[in-house]
């Protein structure tokens, strides 16, 4: 028996040896030989090849420990070898075959690397639990370099493939050296001490629910650009720049990136594959003008740290929506305590003087402003549609004097119906678009489409980041709350109709207030569907349309015929939209420049028609009876300057001054977040208005009702929390979606909410509340004759 194996062995070697020296000859003549020889893993090898040596290896384990790991094989050579005659490395396996090539050339438009030294995670086709048979890899080496190539070459085994929950990974990649690991969605990775005849299903580690669902998240403290991309549990794994878009999800990233992923996207788990980028124009936007070029050395080693954690239930999930719609009952029920224990039966105004000036600082009664004659109004129409009358207003003003036509309520009406065209008009679009946007972010599986704040972004469905759509809901609900209360109030004043006391109550405005508070929340919740910079006018058209409302109303309040109309007023704001959208579109310096003056200029315009209440007109005339006023002067310099309105003097003044103050920041960053700075020209101008108001009032001896401070207080409250969340936003539009990634952060409130969520929240209060304030300041007026009403 002995003898027989002997002979065996002999046999065997002799066929060995003969296969090891084999050779033939090319069609060119040349003589090939093929090395073949079986290696240990972790064993670092040198070999050397030319064009008439190829090497091939096969590969053997002192234990079968590791075999349900995949395979890492490690490639490296010398400066020997050239461009021209590059060295070849196929890794050959049952289920696939792999190939490379030495040296790695990788180039860009402005740059240019080389590497002699590359490194590749083979996929586990035999990798898993349920191994039958031992799969390892074959390698071989050939090159058409006439000069010998030393290469070295080692094998191992990635004994950190499998992902474990709430375990921090840490890892360095190059450009040449992509990594990935699996993570199951079924089971724990089999323990590293578990032997291969002892491999059974292991437990679960923690108990899921249906459907599964965890967030990846990845750090780094380099800036250099990477790619981080989810892919299915089959082969081949992409892990290269070029070809990584093809399968899954993908991410650029330089600090921070995540994405919440579910067993519905990937039913039994998924590969979290990492790659260094060749450049970092992708992450940084700017882009290099000089070429270089430079050998591959420690220049893009970029160090990762990530770990997965577990999601929240959907239970946690009903807790949260639950908790906002208690917070918003909670709101409307203190705005009706506030309104029912602040209102008397009956308010009585002390008049102090028997004909009140609009201001105290005002000069003797028969006083004529500069410019105040007669002022033809095109829309001033008599009651049976004659041609355009004459107004002649008396002096000292009152709301009685501005208030000739007994059609306001039809014409305040028009705003709000304008409102709800414009509404469903453009809404009905940026549905459309929006749903469109996330579909094809599933579809080509880029993440970069869509600025979420990934750490915190909840899916339910087919919504993505559900917690930031949800949280509009309050601008919805507070809405249509407010609408409600305008109608009641409006009942209840049809008794005093024909009555000139009070306020002329424009309800359709205030109408409209409460629609463009609702449509601001449909609209938000649209952009988060998918929020970048090419939608973000979604989410801010119609606070644009909130400010100007209330300015109108405020000017409404003492000046009810010389208000802008329903269709002026929303081509204002169509004008407006339009300078937002080429400023985010094409965001200049010379754009900033034109957007400054035409920003300055209308601040000086408004300014003459609110000082002289509307009887300013900008005509050639002007000048000349500005100087023939100067030259007829009586007195000294500074008495013809000094202002006759002097609180309404002083008060434009301040609201000027903030102008320029924005504008002179607008310039000094002039950034491509035009919308924001818009945004915050009118949000601050309308503050300003309200806050001049109640001064106005305070210096005509007007009372301002204890409902109405304290809706005051609380909106001032709630803005300021607003504000605050609002400047800690996780996510920028106006970066790369790399560097925005910077701004993620995991969720703050609930395990579910963000500050982004919270600002929703809290802005839809204040704007709540401070129109409630709009809505009753001047209810201590009510029973008030309206010639006793002052203008200013």
């Known amino acids: 028996m002995l003898t027989k194996s002997l002979i065996v062995s002999v046999v065997l070697y002799g066929l060995l040896n003969c296969i090891v020296q084999s050779s033939f000859f090319g069609e060119n003549g040349t003589k090939r030989n093929f090395v073949y020889n079986v290696y240990e893993y972790d064993t670092l090898i040198n070999i050397t090849v030319n064009s008439t040596t190829e090497q091939i290896l096969d590969f053997n384990e002192t234990t079968d420990k590791w075999r349900h790991l995949p395979t890492r094989v490690h490639v490296s050579t010398t400066d020997v070898v050239d461009g021209d005659h590059p060295v070849f490395v196929t890794a050959t396996q049952q289920k696939g075959v792999s190939s490379w090539e030495l040296p790695l050339v990788m180039q860009t438009s402005n740059w240019r690397w080389r590497t002699n030294d590359m490194a590749r995670t083979l996929c586990p086709h035999d990798a898993g639990p349920n191994i039958t048979t031992v799969n390892r890899p074959t390698i071989q080496i050939t ?39 699996y993570f199951s969605f079924s089971s724990d990775p089999p323990p590293n001490n578990t032997r291969t005849t002892d491999l059974q299903l292991p437990s679960l580690r923690f108990n899921y629910t249906i459907p599964k669902s965890v967030i990846l998240i990845v750090e780094s403290d380099d800036d250099i650009c990477a790619v981080i991309s989810i892919q299915n549990n089959s082969c081949p794994v992409f892990d290269n720049e070029q070809d990584v878009n093809y399968q899954g999800y993908h991410l650029t990233m330089m600090n921070k990136g995540g994405i919440t992923l579910t067993q519905s996207m990937f039913p039994v788990g998924f590969y979290v594959v990492f790659i260094v980028k060749q450049s970092d124009e992708d992450c940084t936007g700017a882009r290099e003008t000089t070429l270089k070029e430079y050998n591959m050395g420690t220049e893009r080693v970029k160090s990762f740290r990530f770990r997965i954690i577990p999601t929240i239930s959907y239970a946690e999930y009903v807790v949260a929506a639950l908790v906002v719609l208690a917070v918003l009952m909670l709101l409307l029920a203190l705005t009706a305590l506030i309104s029912c224990f602040t209102t008397k039966c009956t308010e009585q105004v002390v008049v102090i003087d028997e004909d009140p000036a609009p201001s105290t600082s005002r000069g003797p009664s028969d006083e004529t402003p500069l410019f105040a004659d007669k002022i033809p109004r095109s829309d001033s129409f008599s009651s049976d549609g004659s041609e355009p009358r004459e107004l002649v207003l008396a002096q000292p003003l009152t709301v009685a004097g501005l208030n000739r036509r007994p059609t306001y309520a039809r014409r305040s009406d028009r705003y709000f119906w304008s409102a709800l065209t414009v509404a469903v008009v453009y809404a009905l679009p940026v549905v459309q678009l929006l749903f469109m946007y996330q579909r094809m972010v599933f579809q080509t599986g880029n993440q970069d489409l869509c600025y979420y704040n990934f750490f915190c972004a909840h899916p339910l469905g087919p919504l993505a980041d559900f917690n930031h759509v949800y949280s509009n809901i309050g ?134 028609k609110i000082y002289y209440v509307g009887q300013f007109k900008f005509e050639g005339a002007i000048f000349g009876r500005a100087i023939n006023a100067f030259k007829s002067r009586e007195g000294s310099i500074i008495t013809f300057l000094r202002p006759s309105y002097g609180a309404r003097a002083i008060l434009l003044a301040v609201a000027n001054v903030a102008n320029w103050a924005l504008a002179a920041y607008g310039m000094y960053e002039h950034n491509k977040d035009l919308a924001r700075h818009l945004l915050a020209i009118l949000m601050g101008n309308t503050v300003l208005y309200l806050l001049g108001y109640v001064i106005m009032k305070l210096v005509n001896k007007e009372k301002v009702p ?49 500050s982004h969520d919270l600002w929703h929240a809290a802005s839809a209060a204040a704007l709540y509340l401070s129109f409630n304030m709009l809505l009753t300041i001047d209810d201590p007026l009510a029973d008030t004759p309206r010639e006793l009403i002052p203008v200013f």
């Not at 950190?160 to 360095?172: A, G, P, S, W």
């Not at 405005?509 to 508070?517: D, E, T």
């Not at 006018?537 to 000017?555: G, N, P, R, T």
């Not at 969340?725 to 920028?732: I, N, V």
């Open 143 to 181: 090159t058409s370099n006439p000069t010998d190539v030393p290469v070295s070459i080692k094998l191992r085994r990635v004994t950190d493939f499998f992902i474990e929950v709430d375990k921090e990974v840490y890892l360095n990649v190059t450009p040449s050296s992509p990594k990935y690991y």
């Open 706 to 754: 204890v409902r109405a401070w304290m809706f005051c207080a609380l909106a001032h409250l709630c803005w300021i929390v607003a504000l605050y969340l609002f400047l800690d936003g996780h996510t920028r539009w106006a970066d790369t979606p790399a560097q925005s990634r910077r701004r993620n952060a995991v969720c703050s409130s609930l395990q579910f909410f963000d």
């Open 475 to 608: 601008y919805v609900l507070l809405g249509v709350a407010f609408m409600a209360q305008v109608r009641v109030r409006q009942v209840a004043q049809r008794k005093k109709q024909g009555a000139e006391l009070g306020i002329p109550p424009h309800h359709g405005i205030f109408y409209s207030m409460g629609l463009a508070l609702s449509m601001e929340g449909i609209l938000s919740a649209c952009y988060h569907l998918c929020p970048n910079k090419m939608n973000f006018q979604f989410d801010s058209s119609f606070m644009y349309v909130i400010a100007v409302l209330c300015m109108i109303k405020l000017y409404q309040n003492r000046h009810p015929e010389v208000n802008a109309n329903a269709h002026s007023t929303f081509m204002l704001l169509a004008v407006v939209m339009t300078i937002g959208l080429f400023g985010i579109m094409y965001p200049s310096v010379y754009f900033w420049v034109f957007f400054t003056v035409l920003h300055l200029t209308t601040c000086f315009m408004l300014t003459m």
